[in-house]
């Protein structure tokens, strides 16, 4: 039996999530929802991109759709059209946000931008301009939304930020441009951890164990990774749900959590009601 937390937990808490139209993003939505969070989903992907026939690479979902599926699990879902690219679009979110609600409680990190084309490989035989992709959509733009919702909550003097990485922090996977972006997302987290903790904001990284995205069932050998025994991107959300209603979350502040293993310390499952064992210790 499926296990999220209770469906008040976080009724009345703001949150961002960014790159939440499909993936890993989508799914941290749908955990917040599940414990009633106001979501703003944000993301390239609009329905009338899709009816245009220009979402990226041909994948399901939309922010429109992402947001309608946060206020059928109890959430309040607000889809807004945001390039995370740009530092215009991104600051117009924050004001938004700010405007609308007056509080902020938890910016969730997670758009990023996966190349065309070859991704795997000899770092010699790729494009160097992959290496600037990832780092401006990922790293940079981590950075900059971190700056804008920082802004919003050391003054309220509460809030979390939770940048998605991944085990490629630590390990070899895809690329040298992806580990190094991976492993530069850890520090930073380490680092706005230490200077947001006086002002009772936690930095968090998340790793996500591997995720059965719409990417990875639909291009498993471009990726690299098997999805057969993966976890639901929901998975992700219940964890940042479970983080984000921990009082005591200051105290786990810079470091880098693996979702497999907040679902045994907060007790929760994937939606098919099973718990997968961390990536770590496989």
Not at 106 to 116: D, H, K, M, R, T
Request: with cysteine; aromatic share 4%.
């Amino acid at each position: 039996m499926s296990a999220p937390l209770s469906p008040d937990r976080l009724r009345g808490a703001v949150a961002i999530v960014t790159g939440a139209s499909r993936g890993v993003g989508k799914g941290v939505a749908l955990g917040l929802a599940e414990a009633g969070a106001t979501v703003y989903v944000t993301g390239r992907t609009t329905a009338d991109s899709i009816t245009n026939s220009t979402a990226p690479g041909g994948l399901p979902g939309s922010i429109e759709q992402t947001a309608e599926e946060v206020r059928a699990l109890g959430g309040v879902g607000i889809a807004i059209c945001c390039d995370h690219a740009s530092d215009e679009q991104v600051a117009a979110l924050f004001a938004r946000v700010h405007a609308e609600q007056g509080r902020l409680d938890l910016l969730v990190n997670n758009a990023f931008a996966i190349p065309e084309g070859r991704i795997a490989g000899p770092f010699w035989e790729l494009p160097v301009a992959q290496w600037d992709l990832m780092h401006r959509v990922g790293l940079r733009s981590h950075y900059v939304a971190a700056v804008h919702a920082a802004q919003i909550m050391v003054p309220a003097r509460r809030g979390l930020i939770v940048n998605v990485s991944s085990f490629g922090a630590k390990i070899y996977a895809i690329s040298v441009a992806y580990g190094v972006g991976k492993a530069g997302v850890d520090r930073m987290s380490r680092d706005m951890a230490r200077e947001l903790r006086p002002h009772n904001v936690a930095a968090v990284s998340l790793w996500p164990g591997i995720v059965r995205t719409e990417r990875l069932l639909r291009e498993p050998e471009r990726l690299g990774f098997d999805p057969t025994h993966g976890e639901s991107p929901t998975l992700s959300g219940r964890a940042v749900a479970a983080l984000a209603a921990d009082p005591q979350v200051l105290t786990r502040s810079g470091e880098a959590l693996v979702v497999a293993e907040l679902a045994v310390t907060y007790d929760f499952t994937d939606l098919d009601g099973t718990r997968p064992a961390s990536l770590r210790r496989a």
